[in-house]
């Protein structure tokens, strides 16, 4: 193909381009913005995707975990009141469900707790250290301070590590102090 002849190059089956070849080789213009736009499609999938199991997280777990609480353990979480509940999380921790309903409670009780007595929200993010994570799943998110707590993975560590658990828990329980503490700050 000469110099100045146009070369077509589809894109999925749908859409195609027109770019100018100068020597055999694409115009990199081209390529980047239809990179930027695959990758720009594909980053609204996920936000979906996940957007939809966070509304379904908080609107179906979330109320299943307060409830399986006690009144006055309820309000406690709810309100974010005293100290962070770690009586509670043992309770679970000590109970006869099963491995993937403790997580979910955890999750569900810690961030409830957190969000309560802090300016923190509900989000989706990374949940492993690597800058480059694989995995994501649900935390808190403090918009303020610029930080995501990991909850699910804290959550998995404190029911599947029984070795480090008392570590793990108070290792929780100080983030999430530290967070409503810095909230409380005028």
Not at 134 to 157: C, D, H, M, W, Y
């Amino acid at each position: 193909m000469g110099t100045g002849r146009r070369k077509q190059i589809a894109i999925g089956t749908q859409n195609s381009t027109t770019a100018k070849a100068s020597g055999g080789c694409i115009n990199k213009i081209s390529r980047v913005s239809i990179r930027k736009e695959l990758n720009q499609l594909m980053l609204e999938g996920y936000r979906e995707q996940f957007g939809n199991r966070l509304e379904k997280f908080e609107n179906q777990e979330v109320p299943e975990a307060l409830a399986s609480l006690n009144r006055a353990d309820r309000k406690l979480v709810a309100n974010g009141e005293g100290g962070f509940p770690k009586d509670i999380l043992n309770t679970i921790l000590e109970s006869n469900d099963d491995q993937q309903q403790k997580i979910h409670k955890i999750v569900a009780i810690t961030g409830t707790w957190m969000i309560a007595s802090s300016e923190a929200r509900w989000a989706i993010g990374p949940i492993e250290e690597s800058p480059y994570a694989e995995r994501v799943g649900i935390g808190i998110e403090n918009p303020n301070a610029k930080s995501f707590t990991p909850l699910l993975a804290q959550a998995e560590e404190l029911v599947l590590d029984a070795s480090e658990r008392s570590a793990n828990l108070d290792l929780l329980a100080a983030f999430a102090e530290f967070d409503k503490r810095q909230s409380a700050k005028p």
